[in-house]
């Protein structure tokens, strides 16, 4: 059986995504559009995503196609391709949903509605630090996700997530955490993520170990 590959830039485009480093300079993809965003350092935007109005911590990477409006994204998130951050609502109390009532200038009626726009940016979505939203979820304007939660394929998050824990489907609900009280309480307090880069480096190796981790670094 003979392979033939459609795409002959496909290898050096692996070779490029495998062997890229990133560094204090945000690593963006082709076909990516951020505006009036700040993007942290050690980060990566996958392909064809967009930012807006928002901020992206330090060690966070979106995978491609990601969106992601009026929010604020915590250091070392993990998220997946085709996720939505703050979509955008339509006006269902008015005589029709449809957009032309607030994009006006679109269709030769008027100045665009700002008041309307307004309210999506007064309910940010605030993201916390070491949270890993999987590919194909949702998050409605306005909800907070706590530090170290995960977010499940698919799901569609329209409530506030507690730190620490697994969420999956639609609405999202969730299932576990992912360790028990004491060992969350103790995470939170040492808020490793706030660490700078020599002490990150310094202490690599202990963030393969629970039981080290803690020992090393719990205070008492």
């Excluded at 945000?26 to 901020?55: K, L």
């Excluded at 309910?123 to 070491?130: A, E, L």
């Excluded at 909800?143 to 489907?169: C, F, L, M, Q, R």
Aim: hydrophobic share 35%; proline share 3%.
């Amino acid at each position: 059986m003979q392979y033939i590959n459609l795409y002959p830039d496909t290898d050096q485009l692996i070779a490029k995504h495998r062997n890229k480093k990133l560094g204090e300079s945000p690593y963006i993809h082709d076909d990516v559009i951020i505006r009036d965003s700040h993007i942290g350092a050690w980060t990566e935007v996958g392909r064809n995503s967009h930012i807006v109005e928002s901020t992206f911590g330090d060690y966070s990477y979106a995978a491609g196609d990601v969106s992601i409006v009026y929010a604020d994204i915590g250091k070392y998130c993990s998220i997946a391709s085709h996720v939505r951050i703050n979509p955008g609502n339509h006006p269902m109390w008015r005589v029709t949903q449809h957009h032309m009532t607030y994009r006006r200038k679109m269709y030769n009626m008027g100045e665009d509605d700002t008041e309307f726009f307004q309210w999506r940016r007064d309910h940010r979505v605030t993201i916390g630090h070491d949270v890993w939203i999987g590919h194909g979820a949702v998050i409605m304007p306005g909800i907070t996700i706590g530090h170290g939660a995960v977010i499940g394929s698919g799901a569609v998050v329209t409530k506030d997530i507690e730190p620490y824990t697994i969420n999956v489907g639609v609405a999202a609900q969730p299932i576990k955490k992912r360790f028990d009280d004491a060992v969350i309480e103790k995470l939170l307090k040492i808020q490793w993520w706030d660490w700078d880069r020599a002490t990150l480096e310094a202490r690599f190796e202990d963030l393969y170990d629970m039981d080290t981790f803690l020992e090393k670094y719990s205070e008492g």
